[in-house]
């Protein structure tokens, strides 16, 4: 079983912690709808 890593462009990086910084949603939401595993935008925002 081959599992393939997703990466993603710096742009939808900065797009997501954009949202996410706008304080409309939560984060947990905003990953839900972007499709990105948990956790993935605290780390966005640390890079």
Known sequence: MSSER??????????AVRLSEKGEKS???????????PKRLYKWRVE
């Open 6 to 15: 997703r990466q993603y462009t710096p742009e939808f990086k900065r797009e």
């Open 27 to 37: 984060a947990a939401q905003i990953e839900r709808e972007l499709g990105v595993t």
